[in-house]
Every structure is written in structure tokens, then in C-alpha cells.
Nanobody, 120 residues
Framework: QVQLVESGGGLVQAGGSLRLSCAAS??????MGWFRQAPGKEREFVGA????????YYADSVKGRFTISRDNAKNTRYLQMNSLKPEDTAVYYC???????????????WGQGTQVTVSS
């Protein structure tokens, strides 16, 4: 069965950095996306990468600060977050999709999420 496990969340001060990991198992999908959801807000798109690494797309809110990378040997994708802001505080999820997309409905499988808290 398909399983996604996020890790790397935690508490960091504004301006700091954090790296999230998403390990996937079960089968291959076209894209792996990162989403986040803050309290009282809808889940929003952060970025996505094709499993082979040929496509990477970021939301404007994180572009230039966040970077998606991969380790194919470990079947793992990473979200490197730099210059973190308090508004980045959210539960971060990784997800898998058959096709490239930026909407939650585009994705078929979701991890449990990892909390990222950025203090002022």
C-alpha cells in the first residue's frame, strides 16, 4: 500500500531554516507535492516536483525561499525552507498525484503532516 511519512518539522525563529522530508513507499506517482494548512485556513499549495525531478513548481508565497530536492535512492523528497516567516507556520503535508497539479483535489495520497512553527 502507498504510504507517505513526513518528518523534520519543529520550532524555529523567524529568519531561520528547516528541512522537511517526505518518504514514499508503495508505488510510483508522477508528482509529489507539498501543501500546508494553518489554523482556520484552507490547505494551500506550496510546491511540487515530478518524481524524476524534471518539473518543479512553487507557490509565489514561498518562491525564492523554499527549495524541493530529492534523493531517489531513498525514495525521499525534501522541502528546504529558508528565511522562514511567522506566516509560514502551518502543518505541512506531502502528497502524491498521478498528474501535475496545484490543487488538493489533484492529489491521491496524503501523509499525516508535520508541524512547522515559526516564532517572531
Amino acid at each position: 500500500q502507498v504510504q507517505l511519512v513526513e518528518s523534520g518539522g519543529g520550532l524555529v525563529q523567524a529568519g531561520g531554516s528547516l528541512r522537511l522530508s517526505c518518504a514514499a513507499s508503495g508505488r510510483t506517482f508522477y508528482t509529489m507535492g507539498w501543501f500546508r494548512q494553518a489554523p482556520g485556513k484552507e490547505r494551500e499549495f506550496v510546491g511540487a516536483v515530478s518524481w524524476a525531478g524534471g518539473y518543479i513548481y512553487y507557490a509565489d508565497s514561498v518562491k525564492g525561499r523554499f527549495t524541493i530536492s530529492r534523493d531517489n535512492a531513498k525514495n525521499t523528497r525534501y522541502l528546504q525552507m529558508n528565511s522562514l516567516k511567522p506566516e509560514d507556520t502551518a502543518v505541512y503535508y506531502c502528497a502524491l498525484a498521478r498528474l501535475i497539479g496545484t490543487k488538493t483535489s489533484d492529489y491521491d495520497y496524503w501523509g499525516q503532516g508535520t508541524q512547522v512553527t515559526v516564532s517572531s
